[in-house]
């Protein structure tokens, strides 16, 4: 069993759509496929269902994808140590959210005309982590958003966010303006799994105890709203799909975009990062 092809297992079982992860990891859709095919005759059991609509994890699916993120995350952690060791340039910046922000690509810019002989290894991670992977050495710093718990972490504010609700666009409160977060009291929010951090869990859901279903991934979140019909929070101004709407949430604290690395790091590659950061994001032109 690779760790190309858990990472192939890994993207379909995200996207849960063959061509959207094939997208996703930069290759055709059939060499995919037969990878997939492969792992599943190797370990002698179905991973997906497929239908014309998509696929969807089975169980045995649903283990593998446990296992399969856990030791990916460990063989990049291990990459990592042994790079150091070797006495490598090198800095792992975790980034959760849209990579496309107009701030993350200047950022990135400006780091690469600084310091162009440094290896700049990117680890895009999903919703259950906002720290990136930071406090588990998997990266040694993270363009995140907070609240989370910040203890033994440096976080330093980049920008802050309005945030609205994302609906489906023929939902009945599609069409107001603005709301407050007592009129969606009544709906299904999605949840982060058990264990996530819970400062983050509580304000993606408003201050209170929600119920909904479970997901891990941006992708997941708007699929659940538009097959379920779940309402979640979104920081404003990202394009989505136009069977999904946005409304602003005048009563919400905005989403606050900030870099993070452990505290008291002394490593120069992280400082300057954590500087050209700040000039990044607060240029906006």
């Given at each position: 069993?690779?760790?190309?092809?858990?990472?192939?297992?890994?993207?379909?079982?995200e996207e849960l759509?063959?061509?959207?992860?094939?997208?996703?990891?930069?290759?055709?859709?059939?060499?995919?496929?037969?990878?997939?095919?492969?792992?599943?005759?190797?370990?002698?059991?179905?991973?997906?269902?497929?239908?014309?609509?998509?696929?969807?994890?089975?169980?045995?699916?649903?283990?593998?994808?446990?296992?399969?993120?856990?030791l990916l995350d460990?063989?990049?952690?291990?990459?990592?140590?042994?790079?150091?060791?070797?006495?490598?340039?090198?800095?792992?910046?975790?980034?959760?959210?849209?990579?496309?922000?107009?701030?993350?690509?200047?950022?990135?810019?400006?780091?690469?005309?600084?310091?162009?002989?440094?290896?700049?290894?990117?680890?895009?991670?999903?919703?259950?982590?906002?720290?990136?992977?930071?406090?588990?050495?998997?990266?040694?710093?993270?363009?995140?958003?907070?609240?989370?718990?910040?203890?033994?972490?440096?976080?330093?504010?980049?920008?802050?966010?309005?945030?609205?609700?994302?609906?489906?666009?023929?939902?009945?409160?599609?069409?107001?303006?603005?709301?407050?977060?007592?009129?969606?009291?009544?709906?299904?929010?999605?949840?982060?799994?058990?264990?996530?951090?819970?400062?983050?869990?509580?304000?993606?859901?408003?201050?209170?105890?929600?119920?909904?279903?479970?997901?891990?991934?941006?992708?997941?979140?708007?699929?659940?709203?538009?097959?379920?019909?779940?309402?979640?929070?979104?920081?404003?101004?990202?394009?989505?799909?136009?069977?999904?709407?946005?409304?602003?949430?005048?009563d919400m604290p905005?989403?606050?975009?900030?870099?993070?690395?452990?505290?008291?790091?002394?490593?120069?590659?992280?400082?300057?990062?954590?500087?050209?950061?700040?000039?990044?994001?607060?240029?906006?032109?």
């Amino acid at each position: 069993m690779e760790l190309r092809t858990l990472r192939y297992f890994v993207a379909v079982a995200e996207e849960l759509h063959f061509g959207r992860a094939a997208t996703r990891l930069h290759m055709s859709q059939p060499p995919l496929s037969r990878a997939i095919k492969q792992l599943e005759a190797e370990l002698g059991a179905l991973l997906f269902t497929r239908s014309p609509a998509g696929v969807s994890l089975t169980p045995v699916g649903s283990v593998l994808l446990d296992e399969a993120r856990a030791l990916l995350d460990q063989a990049d952690h291990v990459r990592a140590r042994v790079s150091a060791a070797a006495g490598l340039a090198a800095l792992t910046v975790g980034i959760l959210g849209d990579s496309t922000d107009p701030g993350a690509t200047r950022l990135a810019a400006a780091y690469r005309r600084t310091h162009p002989t440094v290896d700049i290894r990117i680890r895009d991670t999903d919703l259950t982590d906002p720290t990136c992977g930071l406090r588990a050495g998997l990266v040694d710093v993270a363009l995140t958003r907070a609240p989370f718990d910040e203890t033994a972490l440096t976080v330093v504010e980049l920008r802050a966010d309005p945030v609205g609700v994302v609906l489906r666009a023929d939902d009945p409160l599609a069409d107001r303006g603005r709301l407050r977060l007592a009129d969606l009291g009544d709906r299904r929010w999605f949840q982060f799994p058990d264990g996530t951090d819970p400062l983050w869990q509580a304000y993606w859901n408003g201050g209170e105890r929600r119920e909904g279903p479970v997901v891990r991934v941006v992708h997941e979140c708007l699929q659940a709203v538009l097959w379920n019909g779940t309402v979640g929070l979104a920081p404003l101004g990202h394009d989505l799909p136009a069977e999904l709407a946005v409304v602003p949430l005048i009563d919400m604290p905005p989403s606050r975009v900030v870099a993070v690395c452990n505290e008291g790091d002394s490593n120069p590659l992280i400082r300057s990062f954590i500087e050209m950061a700040r000039a990044a994001y607060s240029d906006r032109h």
